[in-house]
C-alpha cells in the first residue's frame, strides 16, 4: 500500500483556518485520498475523501496537489470540538482495498 | 446516517474465557471490519467481510475469529480471551469505494 507522511501534531487557535498537511509520494493513478478524524474516545470518522480536484463537505475542504503526491485538509474555522486526531489514507477504487491508519496528526485547538 | 452499533462499550473477561463482542449496520452495507487500537500501534485490522458467511483475515487474526450470519451483524470472537488482547475494538462498514463507519468502540480489559 503507498504510505503517507503526516505531522505528528499541530497546534491551532479557536476560530482560525487550519490546514493539515499530508505528503503521499508513492501514490497511484487509482488510489482515493482519504481524511478521517478521531476525537477521544470515539470510534473514527469519516471526513472527505478526493481523486484528483479539490472537493468541499460541510465538515473540510480538501486540497490536492496537481501532481496529487501531496493534500492538505483545510477546517475553515477550528473549533475546540474539533480537536482530534487525523488521518490521511490512501485507498484503492475497488472494494477490497482496505483502510490502512497510520499514525495521523494529533490536532490541538487552543481557546 | 448510517449507524454501526457495537454491544458493549465497556467490558471486563478473565483469561481463557470465550468473548463475544457483536457490531450490527442498519445501512445495508456489503463490507463489515473489526480493528483494534493500542497506543502506539494505531489502528490494526483484524478480520473483514465482504458478504454473509464470507470472512478473510486481516494483519492480525490470531486468537480471533469472526462471524456473519446476517448481513447487518458481524462478530469477534476471542476463543480463549489472554491479557494481550486487552485493547479498543473498533468495528466499521462500508460499501464499494465510499467512506467507512465507525462504531463507538467496545474498552475491552483481560484480567
Known amino acids: 500500500d503507498a504510505k503517507t507522511t503526516q505531522p505528528n501534531s499541530m497546534e491551532s487557535n479557536e476560530e482560525e483556518p487550519v490546514h493539515l498537511p499530508c505528503n503521499h509520494s508513492?501514490?497511484?493513478?487509482?488510489?482515493?485520498i482519504h481524511w478521517y478524524r478521531q476525537l477521544p474516545s470515539q470510534g473514527p470518522e469519516y471526513v472527505i475523501h478526493?481523486?484528483?480536484s479539490n472537493v468541499n463537505n460541510r465538515m473540510a475542504s480538501l486540497a490536492i496537489a496537481e501532481d496529487r503526491k501531496s493534500s492538505t485538509l483545510i477546517l475553515h474555522r477550528a473549533t475546540l470540538r474539533d480537536a482530534a486526531v487525523y488521518y490521511c489514507?490512501?485507498?484503492?477504487?475497488?472494494?477490497?482495498?482496505?483502510?490502512?491508519f497510520g499514525g495521523g496528526t494529533r490536532l490541538m485547538v487552543k481557546p | 446516517d448510517v449507524k454501526v452499533t457495537q454491544s458493549s462499550r465497556y467490558l471486563v473477561k478473565r483469561t481463557g474465557e470465550k468473548v463475544f463482542l457483536e457490531c450490527v449496520q442498519d445501512?445495508?452495507?456489503?463490507?463489515m471490519f473489526w480493528y483494534r487500537q493500542d497506543p502506539g500501534l494505531g489502528l490494526r485490522l483484524i478480520y473483514f467481510?465482504?458478504?454473509?458467511?464470507?470472512?478473510e483475515k486481516g494483519d492480525i487474526p490470531e486468537g480471533y475469529s469472526v462471524s456473519r450470519e446476517k448481513k447487518e451483524r458481524f462478530s469477534l470472537i476471542l476463543e480463549s480471551a489472554s491479557t494481550n488482547q486487552t485493547s479498543m475494538y473498533l468495528c466499521?462498514?462500508?460499501?464499494?469505494?465510499?467512506?467507512?463507519?465507525f462504531g463507538s468502540g467496545t474498552r475491552l480489559t483481560v484480567v
Open positions: 489514507i490512501l485507498r484503492g477504487n475497488n472494494a477490497g482495498n482496505m483502510l490502512t
Open positions: 508513492t501514490i497511484s493513478g487509482t488510489d482515493y
Open positions: 478526493g481523486l484528483t
Open positions: 445501512m445495508d452495507h456489503e463490507n
Open positions: 467481510s465482504y458478504d454473509v458467511k464470507m470472512k
Open positions: 466499521a462498514s462500508n460499501d464499494g469505494p465510499y467512506g467507512y463507519t
